[in-house]
């Protein structure tokens, strides 16, 4: 069958990280796994340098209201090798120079029902969360097994965790996007050049 029981230290027997702050991501819908890429970059091979080597989660963002300064979303962006055990993936994915590494990006409301997100326009420019959204990285969550959850999503916490008001947010996506530098770039490539790659390269010429 394709029921798998993931250890228990594991996400709390959940099949994916659950990444929440508090209780309230039991009441929170599903993770949607909303943008996929192979992508080359030093750090990224630094990171997970062979097959062998685990996923990592490389930024959590807990998105707040601006009112009540509550979570109210979450955008998680990770990233592994594409050769990676147990990973199979289409041949538009497969990395035959094997020097770049698999970067998705998931979002999840806390609330189920009646939330409007201000960002998720600016995210995933034309298409509807709920619609273009998959399951896993892999696009059905039956795809995530005993096999592959290491090599997909890693043993360790985010590599940074970020808290930032919804309205911030807009403003830092909107202002990024219109940088000629950076204006081709994907939010996910936004978001991490704005909140590691940037803040590494600070304390590097400290």
Known sequence: GHFVRFPSHWYDGERTPSMGCDNSHKLAARWQYVYESLIKSSFLSSLIPTTDSPGRILLH??????????????????????????????????????????????????????????????????????????????????????????????????????????????KLLQSAGNLPSVKSMSSAHLLLHAFILNKMKSEQEL
Not at 72 to 96: E, K, S
Not at 119 to 141: A, C, F, N
Not at 158 to 170: A, G, K, R, W
């Open 61 to 170: 963002i807990v998105v707040q209201d601006l009112m009540t300064m509550t979570p109210n979303q979450d955008i998680a962006i990770g990233c592994f090798h594409p050769q990676a055990r147990g990973v199979v993936m289409g041949d538009a994915l497969r990395d035959t120079k094997k020097n770049r590494r698999f970067v998705w990006m998931a979002v999840r409301k806390r609330h189920q029902e009646g939330s409007v997100s201000l960002i998720d326009p600016i995210l995933i420019p034309g298409d509807d969360i709920d619609v273009k959204g998959t399951e896993s990285p892999l696009g059905s969550k039956r795809a995530v097994n005993n096999a592959n959850i290491r090599g997909i999503f890693g043993e360790e916490p985010p590599l940074e965790t970020v808290f930032i008001l919804e309205s911030d947010l807009f």
